[in-house]
């Protein structure tokens, strides 16, 4: 069964960075797609960013021009590197990957953006 445990996220002013890790058990990670969402109270949950085994990205319209997707196959992990960051940022971002077998969804980590 995978496993996807997510860190980084916090309290930040309007402006700063934040970089967001999940880290995959098993032995899949490196054949799987993997993504970053974000959901906001009272909205749906939305694609940020995901990146294929291969290292391609796609971004939805919240991450592109400030947030960055990449990952590190040797460390089964997937990072979000978030720059300039918004109070519209603000949400609990979850890491997804795709996979033969399904979906697999973190417990998500929660970013809040404010002054």
């Known amino acids: 069964q995978v496993q996807l445990v997510e860190s980084g996220g916090g309290l930040v002013q309007p402006g700063g960075s934040l970089r967001l890790s999940c880290e995959a058990s098993g032995s899949i990670f490196m054949f799987s797609v993997m993504g970053w969402y974000r959901q906001a109270p009272g909205k749906e949950r939305e694609l940020v960013a995901a990146v294929s085994r291969r290292g391609n990205t796609d971004y939805g319209d919240s991450g592109k021009g400030r947030f960055t997707i990449s990952r590190d196959n040797n460390k089964n992990t997937v990072y979000l590197q978030m720059n300039s960051l918004k109070p519209e940022d603000t949400a609990v971002y979850y890491c997804?990957?795709?996979?033969?077998?399904?979906?697999?969804w973190g417990r998500g980590t929660q970013v809040t953006v404010s002054s």
């Open positions: 997804n990957m795709v996979h033969a077998a399904g979906a697999s």
